[in-house]
């Protein structure tokens, strides 16, 4: 029998964890494989409470690909022999606040874990999806001994696939005739989704939506400022859009990338696209299926794009001087 891959949920009684876990058991993210979930959420009654109810609305599923659920409010147990460990659990902003207005709520959270992730399996990959996603995945691998960087990712893929939706929108096309859309930067409203490499069809995007204005102006914002949007829209952040980017991006990593195509996450800069070196910064990524991955290189990018992706990663280096009493 195919030995279970074990994979970890922070916050799993939250909202995220809501819409990510069913489509993490079902068989959809790691095939026949069939899969240990770890559930971790608050020591604190009433969430543990909650927590058992998700893990018997999981059983109840009857998914043949489900091994086991463990629920438990220790990083130690939650993390043993992971596979992949997806930092959910935090607090979300509410209407009025950045996302880096959590900082310092939310970042000493990713001092345990990171701690606790040394106990993840030889082929651990931990993503953080809990906010500021960039600066907490920092703090998270800056306290993991022995884990390398490369093993973590912020996401960054909710963005892109935002700014797919709004290309396809614009042009009148389908989500699948848009490729080649890369994030850089912060998950923050400083981000910057570039539209210069984009391709609508065989098409670059800029020769099908004419509008430079537009695509400079409005797309950039939208993109920059969707998750915003959402709170205001549904009084609490995004979730099942966030589940099914955190999901994109695990199959992503799992796969190897088909020729010709990349995708977006916040990875250990390695100085790619003038990016600094020592923070969690988003760039075009392929992966090689084995666990590795590699930074899309090569990319033509205006001064004008150049800049913002200057701007966007200044600003990890202030969250970092934030958090710099947490970090290893
Ligand atoms: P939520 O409040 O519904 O759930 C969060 C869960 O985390 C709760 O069950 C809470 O008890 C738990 N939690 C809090 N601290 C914890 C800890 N130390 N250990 C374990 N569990 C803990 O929130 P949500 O809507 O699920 O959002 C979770 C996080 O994801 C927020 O920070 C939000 O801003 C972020 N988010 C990021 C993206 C992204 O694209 N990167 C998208 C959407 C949301
Ligand atoms: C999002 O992008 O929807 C999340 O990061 C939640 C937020 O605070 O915007």
Redesign the pocket.
């Known amino acids: 029998m195919t030995q279970p891959i074990r994979v970890a949920v ?8 809501y819409s990510l876990l069913f489509r993490l058991a079902s068989g959809e993210t790691f095939g026949n494989r069939p899969v240990i979930l770890q559930l ?3 020591p ?1 009654p009433e ?1 543990q409470k ?1 927590l058992q109810g998700v893990a018997m609305e999981l059983q109840d599923c009857g998914f043949k690909t489900l091994a086991g659920i463990v629920t438990t409010d220790d ?1 130690n147990v939650a993390f043993d022999g992971v596979s992949w460990s997806l930092l ?6 509410g209407p009025g606040m950045a ?1 880096a207005d ?1 900082i310092r709520e ?1 970042g000493p ?1 990713f001092i345990g ?1 990171g701690q606790a992730l040394e106990r993840g399996a030889s082929d651990l990959r931990v993503l953080v ?3 500021p ?1 960039n600066t907490n995945c920092l703090i998270a691998a800056s306290n993991c001994n022995g884990v390398p960087k490369e093993r973590f990712f ?3 893929r ?2 892109e696939n935002r700014a797919i939706a709004q290309l396809a929108n614009k042009a009148g096309v389908t989500n699948a005739e848009i490729k080649h859309v890369s994030v850089f930067g912060n ?1 923050s409203e400083s981000m910057y989704p570039d539209f210069e490499n984009a391709m609508i069809g065989k098409k670059k995007a800029a020769s099908v939506i004419k509008d430079r204005k537009w695509l400079r102006g409005e797309f950039v914002a939208a993109v920059q400022n969707r ?1 915003k949007a959402i709170i205001q829209a549904r009084g ?4 099942a859009s ?1 589940a099914s ?1 955190a999901i994109d991006h695990v199959k992503d990593l799992e796969a190897k990338t088909a020729r010709g195509q990349w995708f977006s996450a916040a990875v250990w800069s390695d100085g790619s696209y003038g990016s600094p070196l020592g923070i969690y910064t988003s760039l075009p990524i392929t992966s090689d299926g084995k666990g590795g991955y590699s930074v899309v290189q090569g990319l033509k990018l205006s001064s004008w794009a150049q800049e913002k992706i200057r701007l966007t990663n200044e600003e990890l280096l202030s969250e970092r001087e934030v958090v710099k009493d947490l970090l290893k």
């Open positions: 922070t916050g799993a009684a939250g909202q995220i964890g971790l959420d608050l604190i969430v909650a990083p959910v659990g935090s607090k979300p902003r996302r959590l939310n959270i874990q999806v809990g906010n996603c912020a996401m960054t909710l963005d998950h998750g609490k952040s995004s979730a966030a980017a």
